[in-house]
């Protein structure tokens, strides 16, 4: 989970993810990255205006929000079958609010 310091969205996320964990019917690993870290500035630059961003396995899932009608156990259960696991679909799109920025710089002055 992509996240910075004071981000009460993503102490709701974490909650569900460790509600989630506490179940023990499937395992994995949580890791929050906190974007205005040293070394990070490309992650803030993507990010800085939708955390909670959540990943799994190097693909973009949600941001915002734990999307609550999804039931995770049952997905990462069949995805662990599958041979798939934290393969999940993305809900949405992935924020990337440096591009949108030059998008609109761009607009403003013509180019």
């Given at each position: 989970m992509y996240t910075k310091g004071?981000?009460?969205?993503?102490?709701?996320?974490?909650?569900?993810?460790?509600?989630?964990?506490?179940?023990?019917?499937?395992?994995?690993?949580?890791?929050?990255?906190?974007?205005?870290?040293?070394?990070?500035?490309?992650l803030y630059e993507k990010y800085k205006y939708d955390i909670p961003v959540v990943t799994g396995n190097g693909s973009y899932w949600f941001k915002h929000r734990f999307p609550k009608d999804v039931d995770w156990e049952s997905e990462m259960k069949k995805k662990?079958?599958?041979?798939?696991?934290?393969?999940?679909?993305?809900?949405?799109?992935?924020?990337?609010?440096?591009?949108m920025e030059r998008k609109r710089e761009c607009k403003e002055c013509g180019n």
């Open positions: 004071g981000c009460t969205l993503c102490d709701v996320v974490k909650a569900g993810f460790k509600d989630l964990k506490g179940t023990g019917e499937v395992a994995f690993t949580f890791e929050s990255v906190d974007i205005t870290d040293a070394g990070n500035e490309e662990a079958e599958e041979g798939e696991e934290g393969k999940f679909d993305s809900i949405g799109s992935e924020p990337d609010a440096g591009r």
